[in-house]
């Protein structure tokens, strides 16, 4: 099993099979428009723009599991652009922990060995072979990621 057993469905409604993302490198971030750690989109933004071509995918996965997310999927997209200059994909808000999580994340927490999504901004790096490489927390900034994005590429 891997990554590219999982489907979600971007922001904008479209189907998004993570079979999609076979070969790259990708960085799945559980996001929260009004949460204190909201500025970190800035930040994958960066990583997006600066390692795109290189094969990296930023995917964040809103989620108002702890309050802190717009109510509507338009408003979600807007705030992150408008204030982030969000332009990685987005998807719909989806549950990170307990009944109805979404299963990407069932998966993400048994292969990173460690359970619950404490907080948003929870960051999981899944190399080109759609496996998990590590799990960072919340308060890890995507800086200090960029070394172990690079060595994935």
């Not at 409604?13 to 996001?31: C, E, R, S």
């Not at 990170?96 to 993400?108: K, M, R, S």
């Not at 990621?145 to 690079?150: G, L, P, R």
Request: a neutral charge; one cysteine or more.
């Amino acid at each position: 099993m891997s990554i590219y057993d999982f489907n979600e469905t971007e922001i904008s409604g479209q189907p998004l099979p993570l079979a999609d993302f076979k070969g790259k490198v990708v960085l799945i971030v559980n996001t929260a428009s009004k949460c204190g750690l909201a500025p970190q989109l800035e930040g994958l933004e960066t990583l997006h723009k600066t390692y795109g071509k290189a094969g990296l995918v930023v995917l964040g996965l809103p989620s108002n599991q702890f309050h802190q997310e717009l109510k509507t999927d338009s408003d979600v997209q807007e705030y992150c652009q408008m204030h982030y200059g969000v332009t990685f994909l987005m998807t719909k808000p989806v549950l990170v922990n307990g009944d109805g999580e979404d299963p990407l994340f069932t998966y993400l927490k048994a292969e990173s060995g460690h359970g619950r999504i404490k907080w948003n901004y929870t960051k999981f790096l899944v190399g080109k072979d759609g496996n998990l490489i590590k799990r960072y927390a919340p308060t890890t900034k995507p800086k200090k990621i960029e070394a172990d994005i690079k060595a994935a590429l």
